[in-house]
Protein backbone atom coordinates (compact mmCIF):
# COMPACT_ATOMS: atom_id res chain seq x y z
CA UNK A 1 0.00 0.00 0.00
CA UNK A 2 1.58 3.52 -0.71
CA UNK A 3 1.36 6.26 1.43
CA UNK A 4 1.32 8.51 -1.23
CA UNK A 5 -2.21 7.56 -3.25
CA UNK A 6 -4.20 5.66 -0.06
CA UNK A 7 -7.23 4.00 -1.31
CA UNK A 8 -10.49 6.04 -1.50
CA UNK A 9 -12.96 4.74 0.77
CA UNK A 10 -15.58 7.31 -0.37
CA UNK A 11 -16.73 10.78 0.27
CA UNK A 12 -17.64 12.67 2.89
CA UNK A 13 -21.79 12.99 2.70
CA UNK A 14 -21.33 16.69 4.13
CA UNK A 15 -18.92 18.48 1.91
CA UNK A 16 -18.26 15.60 -0.14
CA UNK A 17 -14.26 15.20 0.07
CA UNK A 18 -12.37 12.27 -0.61
CA UNK A 19 -12.04 10.12 2.50
CA UNK A 20 -9.36 7.35 2.75
CA UNK A 21 -7.71 5.01 4.46
CA UNK A 22 -5.24 7.12 6.27
CA UNK A 23 -8.69 9.35 7.29
CA UNK A 24 -9.97 6.16 9.28
CA UNK A 25 -10.58 6.00 13.04
CA UNK A 26 -12.24 3.06 13.74
CA UNK A 27 -13.22 0.01 11.74
CA UNK A 28 -15.24 -2.92 13.07
CA UNK A 29 -17.09 -5.88 11.35
CA UNK A 30 -20.75 -6.06 11.13
CA UNK A 31 -23.25 -8.89 9.99
CA UNK A 32 -23.42 -6.62 6.87
CA UNK A 33 -20.17 -6.34 6.52
CA UNK A 34 -17.09 -3.88 7.59
CA UNK A 35 -18.22 -0.67 8.47
CA UNK A 36 -15.74 2.58 9.48
CA UNK A 37 -16.02 6.02 10.72
CA UNK A 38 -13.77 8.47 9.38
CA UNK A 39 -12.22 11.92 9.82
CA UNK A 40 -12.82 14.04 6.92
CA UNK A 41 -10.15 15.60 5.91
CA UNK A 42 -11.76 19.22 5.02
CA UNK A 43 -14.77 19.76 7.30
CA UNK A 44 -13.01 17.72 10.39
CA UNK A 45 -16.20 15.41 11.12
CA UNK A 46 -16.85 12.02 11.39
CA UNK A 47 -18.52 10.52 9.33
CA UNK A 48 -19.42 7.14 7.33
CA UNK A 49 -17.87 7.20 3.87
CA UNK A 50 -20.46 7.17 1.49
Known sequence: ???TN????GTC???HAEI???D????YE???GPAVYA???ECRDVVTPQ
Request: aromatic share 4%; proline share 17%; with cysteine.
Open 1 to 3: MST
Open 6 to 9: PPSL
Open 13 to 15: PFC
Open 20 to 22: TRT
Open 24 to 27: VILE
Open 30 to 32: TDS
Open 39 to 41: ECP
